[in-house]
Every structure is written in structure tokens, then in C-alpha cells.
């Protein structure tokens, strides 16, 4: 395939055919994640799957900054791709992926340090509280590998590579299923078993990423490049924190709201648990298309082809509208066969009525997230981001407080209730700037200065 597709082909393909490796990569990552889930709430116990459900929050997390950064990074790339000026691309690639080693290096030390109290801190029920650290801690190793695979997925994607990330997390969450299942089921790990699973399956991707991704480069004949750049680092700096702000936006505010939720206790926690890790995987497609938006975007932005900017985000418009349907059919009709499979028939009245609530009122409103993200993800893939990061402020603002205030008073059921609010509230203030077009002349100023 040309690799100039995403500037060459009909938007509507290019973006489909760029996107769709991201989806099936990204569906079986959160497969195996919720094969975590599975294994221990139906071959361990219902604690079990509140003890990872109470960190979900908080890993996912870590997970947005590493996919939001690399995201961020990788607009820059894109742009020197988009421009033909293969040398500034791959000093780019390098300061990326040194400077998230570094990162993930010094929060995973961290984490392990202030494990125990940051579960304690979201009220983690006292009889989870161990197992739910012991998770923590072995994820928390883990975690240079975990942001060293997504940043190489984001700088794979910026060169129109989406196919090679998806093999890989093919291989690993198939490998990642296999461990769980003898971990656990054969030497009764038990939580730890699922989370060793996890570290070993994503190690081994992110180190053969890495040598895929150098060998990729090596096709790019040019001048030897620094390894690392100052300038380069601040210029992606200022597109890449509020990128993760913007792929953190939920995972903070579920962190914040995590403690209204175990506060309710284990039954309701782990019915919770189960319907966001459902959420996790329906959320994949929108996801994709915004962060297919960005590169979109900043390749077309590099080439100097802005109005293909317009036409491609009218062609991801309609990509959303066609997978919110579906989803939504889907989590009308199968919401308690999906929640049961968390549970088991053993679950509790309270867990599987949770999970139901959750997944029937959230399944109408999952075409306004997917909006937002291909909104956002042309904001960002242009590199107008003061109005991206008010936008995502006010959608996390919004979630919060809603949840703070009121599930107290009326029940878990707020902390949902929220939600389709501050997407709402983040879509227009995100359209409205799109409206203006300002967009346009940050990308023009950002091509001519650092791209």
C-alpha cells in the first residue's frame, strides 16, 4: 500500500482502512483485559473481581497517559512524515520514546511506593484491600513496558503502520489469555496470577515492537540524527499534555469518583467493575477515530492539504454514527448475558442489577463520546489545543462533581447518570472551536515553525 495513503486516497477510505487495524488491535487489548476480569470472577471469586475492578480506575490512568502522550508525540511525526523531512521525523520518534521511558521509569517507582495508600485513599474496602495492592504493585512493574508498546503503536500510526501494532497486540492478548488461564487455574495465583499474565504477555510485545519500529526507520534513508532533542521535546510537550489530558479525562474522573463507588461496597463494586470493562471495549472504535482523526489531520496539515482536513472529518462523522447504532443494539439486547459473564450465576442480585443499570441507560449515548473524540482529535491532530484542554476540563468537571455531590444522596446510579453530560458539555465547546477555524492557522503556524 502507498504509504502516502492517508494524504492521497478517499478520505473515507483511507480513514477506514488506517482505523480499522487500530479497532481489532484495540478490541483484543481490552479483551484480554476483561479476560482478567473473567477468570477471576468465575474461578477465584466475586472479591476477586472487586480487588482488580478497585484499581481499574487508577490503571487506566496510567494506560491514558501513555496512549495520550504517544498520541501527542506522534503528531509531530506525522507532520515530518506528511512533509517528507525523514530526518526531523525520526529525531522526533527517538526524543519520544526516551523521553516516556523515562516517565513510565519514575512513576512506576511511584507506584510501588504509594500503592497501598492510594488504594486506601479510594476507600477501598478493607477485606479487598491487599489483593487489590498486590495487583497494583506487580502492574506497576510493569509499566515501562506498558508505555513503551503504546508510544511505538502512536509513532507506528503517524508513519500509516497501523497493521503492525495490531498483529502484535494479537499476539499478546492471545498469550495474555493462555497465562491467565494457568496461572490461575493451574498454580491458583489467583489476582496476582492475572496481573503476572499481563506483564509478561506485554513485555514480550513491547520489546519485539521496538526492534519492528527501528528496522521500519532504518527504510528511511537519512543523515544520522541525535538521539534526543531539547526543542523537539517542547514542541511535542505542548501538543502531548493536553493530549493526555484529553485520553485521561475519564479514567481521572472515574479515579475520583472510584471512591464514591466502593463506598457502596463490594457487591455494587464489582458489578460496576464489570460494566466498565465493557465500556472499555465498546469506546474502542470511537477512540480509534479520533486518534485516526489526529494523524489524519497532521499528515494532511504537513502535506498543506487542509481541505481534505473537512472531508475527512465529515467521513469520521459518519463512522461514529454507524458504530453507535450497533452498539447501541447490542447493549439493549444483551446487557444481562454480557454482565453475567463477569459474574457467573453465582453473582449476587446487587452486582448483576449494578451492572445492568449502568450498561442499559450508557448504551444510548456512546455516539456523543465518539463525536467529541473525532472532534477533539482534529483539534489536536492541528495543534490548537487551549480550547481541547478547556473542553476536556469542563467534561471531567462536569462527571466529578455530579458524582461527588449527588450518588451520595440518590445512589450509584449519578455516577453514570453524569457521564453523556460532560461528553455533551466537551463536544460543543470543542465543535464551537472547530467552527471557528482557528484551527487552520495553528496548523499552518505550527507546520511552517516546527513541522
Known sequence: MDKEYLIHQNPMKALFIFSLPMIIGNLFQQFYTMADSVIVGRFVSENALAAVGASYSLTSVFISIAIGGGVGASVITSRYFGARRYGEMKQSAYTALFSFLILSLTLGALGL???????????????ILDMATEYLNIYFIGLPFLFLYNVLSAMFNALGKSRIPLYLLIFSSVFNIVLDLVFVCSFNLDVAGVAWATLIAQGISAVVSFFLFLRELSGYSTSKQALFDFSELKTMTQIALPSILQQSTVSIGMMLVQSVVNSFGVEVLAGFSAAMRVEGIVVVPMAALGNAMSTFTAQNIGAKQQNRVLNG????????????????????LFHDSIIMMFLGSEGTQLALQTGNNYLTFMGWFFGVIGIKMVTDGLLR?????????????????????VALIFAP???????WYAVPFGWAANFIVSYLEYRTGKWKITGQRQSGTSA
Open 113 to 127: 511506593v504509594f500503592s497501598r495508600q492510594i488504594m486506601q485513599l479510594l476507600n477501598t474496602p478493607e477485606n
Open 313 to 332: 472529518y465529515h467521513a469520521c462523522l459518519k463512522l461514529v454514527g454507524m458504530f453507535a447504532v450497533l452498539i447501541c443494539v447490542i447493549l439493549q
Open 381 to 401: 491532530g492541528a495543534g490548537d489545543m487551549l480550547m481541547f484542554t478547556i473542553a476536556n476540563l469542563v467534561n471531567l468537571t462536569i462527571r466529578v462533581s
Open 409 to 415: 444522596q440518590f445512589g450509584v446510579d449519578m455516577v
